[in-house]
């Protein structure tokens, strides 16, 4: 039997089985005169769009980037797809479906400056007009910790923070906001470096008392309300 000579519930039901997340990278947008000629990513179209009439009648994806007086369309699924940008900066450009995102994931370890742009310049705030924005990652430098501290005092948009992860590239785990401020604090506290190696023995007395200072722990009840 033939794929045609299928039923076609069963037909629809396969292509909607081939549907896989997508990673939507590099969206740049481009702009004259202060006018939005297109936005453009690097990312092909998904493979269902290229099969037949059938599987792209059935696909669930929409024309997306068609905004600018030069538009340069592809196929997105908001529900699954992640738009990845390699920097906060790189987040004014996805112009138009800006309230569409829901999932996104952020690097920022190409530029040096994040930190202050944050802190500084609210660098943060263009998350809160992704107000569908559902689920997002962190990608971290091996050993950086600082967006513990941005997490608990600064707010990330309105993404749900239970659903806010960081993935530390060196490690490979995976972490929670409240998870990454407590391993902030456990390397503060204890003096451990970025890459886990403990305190110059010399100092190893003035690391323990410093240690011992009871204002740098948590009581039982912090620890269990961020369980």
């Known amino acids: 039997m033939s ?13 909607s ?3 896989t997340p997508r990673h939507i990278t590099k969206v740049r947008a481009k702009e004259s005169d202060g006018k939005l000629l297109y936005e453009t990513t690097s990312t092909p179209p998904p493979a269902l769009m290229h099969v037949c009439r059938e599987s ?35 987040i004014h450009d996805i112009v138009s479906h800006r309230s569409e995102v ?48 941005i997490f608990a ?28 401020q407590m391993v902030g604090d456990w390397q503060q506290v204890f003096s451990f470096d970025s890459e886990g190696n403990p305190p110059d023995p010399e100092s190893l007395s003035d690391e323990i ?6 204002s740098w722990h948590m009581t039982l009840a912090q620890i269990q309300e961020v369980d």
């Open 153 to 180: 005092e600064r707010g990330m948009g309105c993404c749900p923070k239970e659903n806010i992860t960081f993935f530390d590239e060196g490690s490979g785990l995976v972490l929670t906001g409240p998870q990454l």
């Open 3 to 15: 794929f045609a000579s299928l039923p076609p519930e069963i037909r629809f039901q396969i292509w």
């Open 56 to 90: 792209r009648q059935q696909a669930p994806y929409r024309r997306a980037f068609t905004a600018g007086t030069e538009p340069r369309w592809t196929w997105v699924n908001f529900e699954l797809d992640t738009f990845c940008v390699s920097s906060l900066y790189a």
């Open 102 to 149: 829901q999932r996104l994931q952020i690097r920022t370890d190409d530029h040096l400056d994040w930190y202050e742009s944050v802190t500084r310049y609210d660098g943060l705030s263009i998350l809160y007009e992704m107000e569908s924005l559902r689920e997002m990652q962190v990608v971290l430098e091996p050993g950086y910790l600082t967006w513990g501290e």
């Open 17 to 19: 089985l081939a549907v």
């Open 209 to 214: 008392a410093f240690a011992l200072d009871d």
